[in-house]
């Protein structure tokens, strides 16, 4: 598997990670398959995103993928930063091995999950471009915590717990 420079630098040398206290906005996003997880904060004044900082546990490619896309909506508004997808963050990167594209797809994720956090802090409507993704996440949300549920109805479990 052969990375480009551009990849190889921002995995090295990644841009913007850490966390922003009191963020506008919070998204995390993973994949269950392969385990990566990401983690946006964004700072957001009259519609700008002025500040970004991200942390991921994951792969080189999510690292690299993480770092390209702060760089990539850090001082633009939130349309434009709605605008940013998967495949702009491939492109920044000079290419990402065709396993690794799913990567990008979390960065992309992220921002929109960070965004919708920050739409429901301030009690606004989404805009139409994050409503199906936001209809997607509460999708995915209440799958998650239907099986979680179930795992946490099962008599094994319970055992174990309250031996705990």
């Given at each position: ?5 551009k990849?190889?630098d921002?995995f090295e040398?990644p ?6 206290e009191?963020?506008?906005g919070?998204?995390?996003v993973?994949?269950?398959?392969c385990?990566d997880?990401m983690?946006?904060?964004l700072?957001i004044?009259?519609?700008i995103i ?5 942390k991921t546990?994951g792969c080189?490619s999510?690292?690299?993928s ?6 990539l909506?850090?001082g ?13 963050v491939?492109?920044?990167l ?5 396993r690794?594209?799913?990567?990008s797809?979390l960065?992309?994720?992220?921002i929109k999950a ?5 739409y ?7 805009p139409p471009?994050i409503?199906?993704?936001y209809?997607k996440?509460i ?6 915590l ?8 099962h008599s094994r479990?319970?055992k174990?717990?309250t031996?705990?």
């Amino acid at each position: 598997m052969l990375y480009s420079e551009k990849v190889m630098d921002h995995f090295e040398h990644p841009r913007n990670v850490g966390e922003i206290e009191n963020a506008d906005g919070v998204g995390e996003v993973g994949n269950p398959t392969c385990g990566d997880i990401m983690r946006i904060y964004l700072k957001i004044d009259n519609d700008i995103i002025t500040d970004v900082k991200f942390k991921t546990f994951g792969c080189g490619s999510a690292i690299a993928s993480s770092s390209m896309a702060t760089e990539l909506i850090k001082g633009k508004s939130i349309k434009e930063a709605l605008e940013l997808s998967n495949k702009a963050v491939v492109e920044a990167l000079d290419g990402l091995p065709s396993r690794k594209i799913h990567c990008s797809v979390l960065a992309e994720e992220a921002i929109k999950a960070a965004l919708v956090d920050y739409y429901e802090k301030n009690g606004l409507e989404l805009p139409p471009e994050i409503k199906d993704f936001y209809k997607k996440i509460i999708n995915i949300n209440n799958k998650i915590l239907r099986r979680i549920l179930t795992f946490l109805s099962h008599s094994r479990f319970q055992k174990c717990y309250t031996f705990l």
